[in-house]
């Protein structure tokens, strides 16, 4: 069984006991948890009454809450980690598709046709992507930037000059990893398509 799905099931698990306000399966339940996840997440017993916390009785089901919401806090940030891995590892394999394109490139001219079918719909999507991003993560000075940039390279594309267009997506991958992951998951889907295209032809 993965973490993932080690954590859905205690969660569950808390769940259910929280109904059933059962203390002794509580207290059974919670030691498991903390005896499973304690290395992990040094500050599980912090809040709970079963350890001594604000209250003079042990209070099961707010002890069953606070271990519900800590798992559930605990999962979120594994996902979370796990995306950042994915778009890293998705950067690195666009930035890889450059090099084998300035390495194969014989200056051929791409197929217009071709390109626009594949990215006209990513495209719309993507500058919707970027306009979405909170301000807090792109200003709108820099959402108009990188709309001019994903613009210039489409425009690029499309034209047929290969070595250009991969010379743009490299800087726009610059700019991407500059700016954070929130920015790299909202162009990489495009990004992507863009170095397919360029490999593909």
């Known amino acids: 069984m993965d973490k993932m799905s080690i954590l859905n099931s205690y969660i569950e698990k808390c769940d259910e006991n929280i109904e059933r306000k059962d203390p002794p399966k509580s207290e059974i339940l919670m030691e498991e948890v903390i005896g499973v996840f304690e290395a992990e997440i040094p500050d599980i017993k912090s809040q709970l009454t079963m350890y001594g916390w604000g209250e003079s009785s042990v209070n099961y089901p707010k002890d ?16 979370r980690e796990d995306d950042i891995r994915s778009a890293e590892l998705e950067m690195l394999r666009l930035k890889q598709s450059i090099l084998n394109i300035n390495n194969t490139n014989n200056n051929e001219a791409l197929s217009t046709a071709e390109a626009s079918v594949a ?15 909170p301000d807090d993560i792109l200003s709108k000075e820099d959402k108009e930037s990188l709309e001019e940039k994903v613009a210039s390279l489409e425009l690029l594309t499309k034209s047929g000059d290969k070595e250009k267009a991969s010379k743009k997506l490299g800087s726009i991958l610059k700019y991407v990893a500059d700016k954070g992951i929130e920015v790299g998951l909202a162009l990489l889907p495009y990004l992507g398509e863009i170095s397919k295209l360029l490999q593909g032809n």
């Open 64 to 79: 069953l809450a606070v271990i519900k919401a800590i798992l559930m806090n605990y999962r979120a940030n594994l996902k």
């Open 119 to 133: 990215v006209t719909v990513t495209i719309k999507q993507t500058l919707e992507s970027i306009n979405n991003l």
